[in-house]
T-cell receptor
Framework: GESVGLHLPTLSVQEGDNSIINCAYS??????FIWYKQESGKGPQFIID?????DKRQGQRVTVLLNKTVKHLSLQIAATQPGDSAVYFC????????????FGKGTLLTVNP | KAGVTQTPRYLIKTRGQQVTLSCSPI?????VSWYQQTPGQGLQFLFE???????NKGNFPGRFSGRQFSNSRSEMNVSTLELGDSALYLC?????????????FGPGTRLTVL
């Protein structure tokens, strides 16, 4: 069945370091993969997405990598800042007319000053 | 452009009662999706409405229902509340006219069932 899982539930980094958050998925039919950031008391905030026909996409300080061979997704955050501290979720969208998002369990990123 | 708004932000109910939550999407968005977030189960899809029609549905009991109005505002209703319904209920809006259209989330309604 469909599932999206995260390898690490928590990640602690020093300010200025690069962070890498990983995610595994099992639905080969998923067409879009999305990363969301959720701060305490807020709803998930869109960070970046990638379509299944791509293997890399860059944004401002963030890069998403997609490896369809091993069904793995990662989010790289460059020069991590204290404001990046949050829970990060990967999500997959089934494609076609299926706009349902299936979320992973989340990774708590803590940035130490 | 204003973001997704949800009301109320907090609710306390007792078992057996029913509750209605409201979501106003971003202007121009015709799709509204609802999600339940709990520490144990994470974020789970409830249903999606597009142009007043339920287009997708998750695996929740029939006590969970929703609707969408002609102005795209949406409500979800939970009847006969159970303790396990305590959760953060999130709605997300999207253009949803093309696959991959981004879903933007509101701040959520925190429901506590006593």
């Amino acid at each position: 069945g469909e599932s999206v899982g995260l390898h690490l539930p928590t990640l602690s980094v020093q300010e200025g370091d690069n962070s890498i958050i990983n995610c595994a998925y099992s639905n080969s039919a998923s067409d879009y993969f999305i990363w969301y950031k959720q701060e305490s008391g807020k709803g998930p905030q869109f960070i970046i997405d990638i379509r299944s026909n791509m293997d890399k996409r860059q944004g401002q300080r963030v890069t998403v990598l997609l490896n369809k061979t091993v069904k793995h997704l990662s989010l790289q955050i460059a020069a991590t800042q204290p404001g990046d501290s949050a829970v990060y979720f990967c999500a997959e969208e089934g494609g076609g007319s299926n706009y349902k998002l299936t979320f992973g369990k989340g990774t708590l990123l803590t940035v130490n000053p | 452009k204003a973001g997704v708004t949800q009301t109320p932000r907090y609710l306390i109910k007792t078992r057996g009662q029913q509750v209605t939550l409201s979501c106003s999407p971003i202007s121009g968005h015709r799709s509204v999706s609802w999600y339940q977030q709990t520490p144990g189960q994470g974020l789970q899809f409830l249903f999606e409405y597009f142009s007043e029609t339920q287009r997708n549905k998750g695996n929740f009991p029939g006590r969970f229902s929703g609707r969408q109005f002609s102005n795209s505002r949406s409500e979800m209703n939970v009847s006969t509340l159970e303790l396990g319904d305590s959760a953060l209920y999130l709605c997300a809006s999207s253009l949803a006219t093309n696959p991959g259209d981004t879903q933007y989330f509101g701040p959520g309604t925190r429901l506590t069932v006593l």
